[in-house]
Every structure is written in C-alpha cells, then in structure tokens.
C-alpha cells in the first residue's frame, strides 16, 4: 500500500459524506515523505451522525440477538478477507512494526469471536424466586445512542473492542477514530458497511477535540466509550458531569510498575520489562516505565536488560527486524527529550540516553532510554517520577524487599497494570491482595492482557473495566421486575389499609 488514500468522508446514515473542510494532511510517522492522505472533517456532522443512530436505535434494539449476531459475524469476515490490507494501514499510519499491526488486525478478528462467546452470560436476564408467589426477573436493555472515541496506538483492536459490544447489546454507535488514525477509521466504517447494517446503526465522524465536544455535547447520547489521555477524560467527566443519564466510561493511562524480587528469573524478568516498557515505542497505557528490583539483584538484573534494550531493533516499521518503530508525532519526540532532561535534574542517572535516531527514512524516530535512581525517594512527587509519559522510558529503583516494593509501586494516582517476578507464588499472591491497580501479572511483563478478562484500572487510570469482557456490561441497563400469581386472599395485609 503506497500513494494516498483517496478520503471517502464521514460515514452518516449509510453513506459517506465529504464534509465542505479543509484537509489536513495525514503523516506516517515512519516515513513523512509518504503521507498517508488528507483528510477533513465538519463539527456540525457530529448532530447529523447521532440523530442518524437516534432514529434507527428503535429498529436495531428490537431485531433479534441473531441477526445482531450475523452482522458482527459479517464484520469479522470482511476484516479477515482485508487483514493484510488493514495491517498495512496500522504500520504506515501510526508507525507501529508490520509484525506488531499484524498481531493486532488478527486482534480484531478474535475479539469478535470473544465477544460473541461471552454474549449470553453477560446479556441473557435472569429469574429468581422472591417468595411464595412471586417471582423476580431482571432483563438487560441497551441504552441508546453510544459515543465510542478511540485511540491511535491501537485504532482497529480497542475501537472494536467497544463497538463490537455496543452493538450486540443493541445500541447504536457513533465512532470518532483518533484525528492521528482517520484513514484506519475509514477502513473500519468500510467493514462495517458491508456487515449489512441497516442505515445509522453505525455511524463515523473524523476530527480532533471540536467533534468530540461536540458528539459529547448532544442531548440524544446515552453512553460515551473513551480510550486516551487523562486530561482528555477528565474534560468528558466534567462535560457530563449533570448529566447522570449519559454513561461514561474511562479507560486512561497509568504510571504501571513492574516488581523484580531476588528469587525471580532474572533473564525473565530482564526480558519482559524490555519489551513492557518499548513495545508500541512506549506509546500503551500499560508501558511498564517504573521497575522496582530488590537491591540485591539490582547489578545482575541491569546487566541483563541493558543487553536487551542494545539488542533491540529501531526503526522503519516496515522492516521486519525493526522491534520499535518511531513515536506518532514531533510532539512525542519533544515530551522524550523533555522527560530525559527531567531525569537529569532529578538526579537519576541515564543508563542509555534517548536520542534522535536515523532509520533510513525521515520520521519520528528516538532510540529508547534508561534511568536508575540514586538515592532513596523522598518529598513531594515530581513530573519525571508520578507522570506518565507515553515514551520509550524506563525508570529503575532499588527496594529493600518486597514490602517497600509494594509500597512505592502504589506510590502513584494511576492504578492500571503491575507485573511482579518471583519463583514464590505465595510472594505474588501477597504483592496480588496489595497492588492498587486493574490488571496484575505474575512472571509476565504489564503490557500482557486477554480480550477474556476484564480490563480497566483504579484511580486516575479510569473507572475499572470499560473494556476487555467487561464492555458488554456497560452497554447495558438492568430492568428489574416483581410478578405476582397469588389470589387475593393470599395476599400481604397492611396496619391501617382495608383490602
């Protein structure tokens, strides 16, 4: 896949529409000098696309589960059939290594398949008896128009991971793609058309911020999906903030620690934390950027993982030995040269230092860096250590045992992923029942997940699980109901009311 992409437009109510914009260009941060496209958007198609899916919502919650069914079944096959094709446009579009976009195209084909599997048990009501001759039943609806917003690091997997769900429930969708991936966007509306969808049951608008303020804004939403920054969520907490009709749910970042005990496999351990803290160019919510060694194993473990990180691979995605391709923007570039200098000046030493890197081709390219911690933390918290910076970076501590480990690893507002090695499953589980975060992984690195479980964080990391399995439980609103088949005199009497 070479030369632009012609722009097909937003997708409303079945159709693609050209908004009357200016373009913007479309960069692939691995090559500037082969822009993907241009693309353009329109706020006001933001009112167009959610009156579109108010109107069909009606129709689409009432069909069948197995007509829903069919139609994401549809989806998984067109995908499929295009899944090199939609690699590709991963790659070039937001720079990830060809083998990691093609990991994730596969992705979407099996979150389908996950999602459909897990439909009954988290969409099929219930019925319990109450007591003698009444019985109870709780029914599971859809709730109407849902706002999914996604992110640019993956655009296809965790875009469909939302959607999927939203509208197996029987919701209606509006999707906005992240303004750095509206050509991945388009290439999924081009699925989704050809799932069979009746008109306005899913529905695309392109742009940056000015869209999604204005999708959020709309009073016929019922329900906003959003996968990003933690500024940008807490902007949609307080947008909806009178608004408790509108679900909202917040699937952000985290500052993810990774505990190394003595008894771990240290070339396990050395290993994983690499590819945690690099993979995607450290560009995942789930980056294992603080890793905290228990100080007697502190040398051998370095030696072992500044051998990895000299090992691996930088540069153009397309080339198949590359492990990290460039950063998504000049932006990205300049917050790691700012979060190095901040390491500097709070005295951690640089292990590797992040720099400009020349792949061949003109884009956005660093080399990854390395920092180890002096001295013991102490004060107040600071940018290098609290924040998270969604760049190739890792910090390293020495801790005592396993306790101060625990100790500084909750030492953070985020509360998203942790991984902790050890040989001791009764040391993991211990580290288990104390870590504040969603997802806690033994002998793996943070950035390992499955489409089966639940996945979300604590704290400023989001609202616990709006997505993995658990999507399908926020598409939905329970309905609960009391029946009663006694005959009158088998009723309840009430002090002071005459039957």
């Given at each position: 896949m070479s030369g632009l992409i012609p722009f097909r437009g937003n997708y409303i109510d079945g159709k693609f529409t050209r908004p009357n914009q200016q373009g913007q260009v479309s960069q692939s941060p691995g090559n500037l000098d082969q822009p993907v496209g241009v693309w353009c958007s329109d706020p006001k198609h933001a009112d167009r696309a959610v009156c579109a899916a108010q109107k069909s919502f009606a129709q689409?919650?009432?069909?069948?589960r197995k007509h829903r069914v069919s139609a994401l079944k549809h989806f998984a096959r067109a995908v499929s059939r295009g899944r090199e094709e939609l690699a590709v446009l991963i790659s070039r579009e937001v720079g990830k290594p060809l083998w990691?976009?093609?990991?994730?195209?596969?992705?979407?084909?099996?979150?389908?398949?996950?999602?459909?599997?897990?439909?009954n048990t988290a969409l099929n009501g219930y019925e319990v008896a109450v007591r003698k001759g009444v019985n109870g039943q709780c029914a599971y609806r859809p709730r109407g128009v849902m706002v999914v917003m996604g992110p640019f690091n993956f655009p296809a997997y965790l875009a469909t991971g939302q959607i999927a769900p939203a509208l197996l429930a029987g919701n209606t969708v509006v999707f906005?793609?992240?303004?750095?991936?509206?050509?991945?966007?388009?290439?999924?509306?081009?699925?989704?058309?050809s799932a069979r969808l009746p008109k306005g049951v899913f529905n695309l608008v392109q742009g940056a911020a000015e869209v999604g303020r204005a999708l959020v804004a709309h009073p016929g939403i019922r329900g906003v999906l959003f996968t990003g920054s933690v500024p940008t969520g807490l902007v949609l907490r307080h947008a909806l903030v009178d608004?408790?009709?509108?679900?909202?749910?917040?699937?952000m970042g985290g500052k993810n620690p990774v505990i190394v005990l003595s008894d771990a496999s240290l070339s396990i351990a050395a290993y994983e934390a690499c590819v945690g803290a690099f993979i995607t160019a450290g560009q995942r919510c789930t980056s294992g950027s603080r890793i905290l060694v228990e100080r007697k194993v502190v040398d051998p473990?370095?030696?072992?993982?500044l051998k990895n990180v000299d090992r691996m691979q930088v540069g153009d995605p397309a080339d198949p030995s590359v492990f990290m391709g460039p950063l998504?923007?000049?932006?990205?570039?300049?917050?790691?040269?700012?979060?190095?200098?901040?390491a500097g000046k709070e005295g951690f030493k640089p292990l590797r230092e992040g720099k400009n890197f020349k792949a061949g081709v003109r884009g956005y390219y660093r080399t990854p860096s390395v920092h180890l911690a002096q001295q013991r933390l102490k004060g107040a918290g600071s940018a290098y250590r609290d924040e998270?910076?969604?760049?190739?970076?890792?910090a390293i501590y020495a801790v005592e045992d396993l306790d101060e480990a625990l100790a500084l690893a909750n030492a953070t507002d985020y509360g998203l992923a942790a991984a902790v090695f050890t040989r001791s499953k009764r040391k993991f589980e211990h580290a288990f029942r104390r870590l504040e975060a969603g997802v806690i992984n033994w002998n793996h690195s943070t950035v390992k997940a499955s489409p089966k479980l639940p996945f979300g964080g604590r704290k400023r990391s989001g609202n616990d699980a709006p997505a993995g399995i658990a999507v399908l439980g926020t598409c939905v609103y329970p309905v609960a109901s009391l029946s009663d088949s006694r005959v009158a005199k088998d009723r309840e009497s009430y002090p002071g009311l005459i039957r």
């Open positions: 689409w919650s009432h069909v069948s990691e976009a093609r990991q994730e195209a596969a992705a979407v084909v099996s979150k389908i398949d996950v999602t459909l599997e897990h439909a906005k793609p992240s303004e750095e991936a509206p050509f991945v966007g388009q290439w999924l509306a081009q699925a989704w058309y608004r408790p009709e509108v679900f909202l749910g917040l699937e473990f370095v030696h072992r993982l998504i923007n000049a932006q990205a570039v300049e917050r790691h040269r700012q979060v190095c200098a901040w998270e910076h969604f760049v190739p970076d890792m």
